[in-house]
């Protein structure tokens, strides 16, 4: 059996981008001085270098309580699932995740999809699960329902002043709409800053108007860490050397 890892990295190797995926999303990559970035497929909007991103909002018609029109059979690696008033694109979930949702019944495992068909509003389609023993247990038509996932690290966008999605990394480079790059979610790293914090502040995703993707001060409402200032207290709406940490 073996596992993953962490790939090994060259200086440069964190601002290229590519208009051809490359990578599994998240993707893991280190550099020989110890940081760490996470390979992602930008959204439809370009989005600059040195900001906080987040993972896109999930689809209000996707996230649970999806009716499950065949089984997805013990063993098996297939289940039909009836989309609600939201059609998806083909291989919109393909690297991300289905699960059983209801407290009610089991199971309640999550699978990794492999991919499936373009589906309509309301439509049902077949969902490939990726995993080499199958469904650990039936998951059965008429009687569970499900949600979809997709990967964190896909369709990125720059992290929203109201929280939609989980903050993912820092842009290492200019990111074009739809293009595949890395985030960094580790180590130092070059952030534009909000306000005038003082080296060693904890340091969260600005909720401020026109700061989307900047990093503020933890306060009152910005309770959630992800770097701390290194280096020089900041200067408002500049480019700053922060540690950062609760990302990885």
């Known amino acids: 059996m073996s596992f993953g890892a962490i790939q090994s ?3 440069g190797f964190e601002k290229q981008t590519h208009s051809k ?8 990559m280190a550099l020989p001085d110890g940081r760490v970035f996470r390979y992602v497929e930008n959204g439809g909007t370009a989005i600059g ?3 906080v991103v987040a993972s896109e909002a999930v689809a209000g018609n996707h ?5 499950v029109a065949t089984t997805g059979s013990a063993g098996g690696f297939t289940i039909g699932v009836t989309l609600g008033g939201t059609e998806a694109a083909k291989d919109l ?4 995740y289905i699960f059983s949702n209801l407290a009610s019944t089991t199971p309640h495992e999550m699978y990794k999809i492999k991919g499936h068909p373009a589906i309509a509003s309301g439509g049902t389609g077949t969902f490939t699960i990726d995993e080499p023993d ?3 247990t039936a998951i059965t038509a008429g009687t569970d329902k499900v949600g979809l996932i997709k990967s964190p690290y896909k369709d990125i966008v720059v992290a929203p002043e109201s929280v939609t999605g989980r903050w993912i990394g820092v842009t290492c480079a200019d990111l074009e709409a739809n293009y595949f790059g890395w985030v960094q979610v580790a180590g130092l790293a070059s952030v ?6 003082a080296v060693g502040t904890a340091m969260a995703p600005s909720n401020t108007s026109n700061h989307a993707g900047q990093l503020l001060a933890v306060g009152a409402d910005t309770t959630v860490a992800i770097a701390r200032m290194h280096g020089k207290a900041a200067v408002d709406n500049e480019f700053h050397t922060v540690m950062l940490m609760n990302l990885f």
């Open 9 to 11: 990295g060259r200086y």
């Open 134 to 136: 199958g469904f650990q």
């Open 63 to 67: 996230d649970e309580d999806l009716v």
């Open 21 to 28: 995926k490359r990578q599994v999303y998240g993707a893991t």
């Open 93 to 96: 979930y393909a690297e991300g």
């Open 192 to 197: 534009k800053v909000e306000g005038t914090s």
């Open 49 to 51: 270098e040195g900001l």
